[in-house]
Structures are given as C-alpha cells and as structure tokens.
C-alpha cells in the first residue's frame, strides 16, 4: 500500500518550454500533496504544499507563477514548470501524505528534468 | 537554527556493523518522526517511522525517540552494503502539513 507514481520519469526540453509532471497516488486519497526539488548531492527543497482543491502553498523564493501547481483530485497533483531554462534542470520527487492525519509522506520515484 | 540537524556524515561502518544514525529537532511540540533512505538518483524510502519515547524496532532497524532531549536516533544493526545511503531525518511539528527534514547522513557500510 501508499504507492505515489510521476511520470514522465526523466524529460528533456528546450529552453523556453514548459513541462508538465503528473504525481498520484495510487492506492490512497491525499489531500496534501509535496513537491520538493533535488540538485545533486544537495538535500531536498521543499517548493510548495499542494492541496485539492485550493491553491498551493509555494516556499519562500519559488515562484509560483513559474511553478504553476494544480490539486484537482484527491488522487492526482501537477507541477507545469513554465518557461523552462537550464538552471532548472534538477530532480523534481512528490510526495503524498494520507488524508487527515500527522502519518508519513510517500515519495514518488522522481522525475528527471533536463532543460537544453 | 535549522528546524531538524543531522550530522552530514559519511559515517563509515564495517559490514555487520552496528550503524548509529543521530537527529535532533528544535520544535517541542512536534509529534511524528520518520527515517527515510535515499539512494544516490532515487527519492526517499521511507523506513520507519516513531511516535512516543522509547524504542521502536522492525528487523534489523531500530528507531529510538526522546523529545525530552529533543533527539531521535536510527540504528542499524548488522550493517550491509546495501545500506549505504544517504539517510534523511523528517520531523511532523503540530501542524498536519508541515514536515521539516534534515540535510543527510550519508552511511558507508564496508565490506
């Protein structure tokens, strides 16, 4: 049980592009949603808290405008990086955590952005 | 101060090893806590988690908490290579939708 899947698992795309990150839960409902942010050998980055159905909650110093964040079921979160540029690049994880209670978050397998 | 402090390690164990992973938090309130692996390229797996003083064991894996010190620990007995990783502390204040994590210890088991 609480297995959270992303897809696409890796993507390359030109500058200037945007790209969509698909993150569900597939065994569970998660109101709350996590999107985090890995650049190698560095830690997670918390970017923003998403939950359904509300607008999601960004980190300070992420732009929200560029990290556009969409909960629309109790299943499904979406991260669309507007505009990519190279300095984007970086491993993007979700996570989920189960309806209502302090319990543990999931992660998803990451997905891999490569920004040309 | 940071929320959750881990040592970055590497901390570096022989195989069969007891392996003794440390973590300590600032909010008193907080409630949960978890450990979590990361292997290099992979996101976190989650492998324990613990909610009141004392121990909490599950295999070769023990999760020992003392909020009166604030501090909560992994142990790993019977160390393998396969459990070099980094290992990440995540602490669950009184709000439902916060998690703080920490930066990382990076365990080398030896062979």
Known sequence: GAVVSQHPSWVICKSGTSVKIECRSL?????????Y???PKQSLMLMATSNEG?????EQGVEKDKFLINHA??????????SA?????SFYICSAK????????????GTRLTVT | QKEVEQNSGPLSVPEGAIASLNCT???RVSQSFFWYRQYSGKSPELIMSIYSNGDKEDGRFTAQLNKASQYVSLL???SQPSDSATYLCAVNGNNFNKFYFGSGTKLNVKP
């Open chain 1, 85 to 89: 540029h190279p300095e984007d690049s």
């Open chain 2, 25 to 27: 938090y600032s909010d």
């Open chain 1, 98 to 109: 189960i309806a209502g209670t302090f319990y543990e978050q999931y992660f998803g397998p």
């Open chain 2, 76 to 78: 790993i007995r019977d």
């Open chain 1, 54 to 58: 509300s607008k999601a909650t960004y």
């Open chain 1, 37 to 39: 942010r890995q650049f």
């Open chain 1, 27 to 35: 065994d569970f409902q998660a109101t709350t949603m996590f999107w």
């Open chain 1, 73 to 82: 079921s109790l299943t499904l979160s979406t991260l669309t990086v507007t």
